[in-house]
């Protein structure tokens, strides 16, 4: 079992910068892939980012190329997830996600149903 918590969240204005950590605890080591999710009122979770465990190769989806960056320095430490050029609609539930199964070099299958563990969410929101 993996246990995670998220903690950064909070408001800020568009263009502004935020950092979400994710902090595991449990079995760790058994973990291969952290991701990053959102979901905002009204709509489906989706995925942000991923990072494989260690944090030596990452992942982006959509709007976040270019303005979020992932990264976790090894296996003992926070997943971070560094957002800039913030905009309204990157308001939304923030969660962090672990899964022990080999995805390959790279995490590439960042949806829902292939993460096994979940943190419970830290709210974002950017004001115009």
């Known amino acids: 079992q993996v246990q995670l918590v998220e903690s950064g969240g909070g408001s800020v204005q568009t263009g502004g910068s935020l950092r979400l950590s994710c902090t595991a605890s449990?079995?760790?080591?058994?973990?291969?892939?952290i991701a990053w999710f959102r979901q905002a009122p009204g709509k489906e979770r989706e995925g942000v980012a991923s990072?494989?465990?260690?944090?030596?190769?990452?992942v982006y989806v959509g709007s976040a190329k270019g303005r979020f960056t992932i990264s976790q320095e090894n296996v003992r430490t926070p997943v971070y997830l560094e957002m800039n050029s913030l905009k309204p609609e990157d308001t939304a539930m923030y969660y962090c996600?672990?899964?022990?199964?080999?995805?390959?070099?790279?995490?590439?299958?960042?949806?829902?149903?292939?993460?096994?563990?979940w943190g419970q969410g830290a709210q974002v929101t950017v004001s115009s």
């Open positions: 996600a672990a899964d022990p199964r080999y995805q390959g070099a790279y995490c590439t299958d960042i949806k829902p149903t292939s993460y096994m563990y």
């Open positions: 449990g079995n760790t080591y058994s973990t291969n892939c």
């Open positions: 990072i494989t465990a260690g944090g030596a190769r990452s």
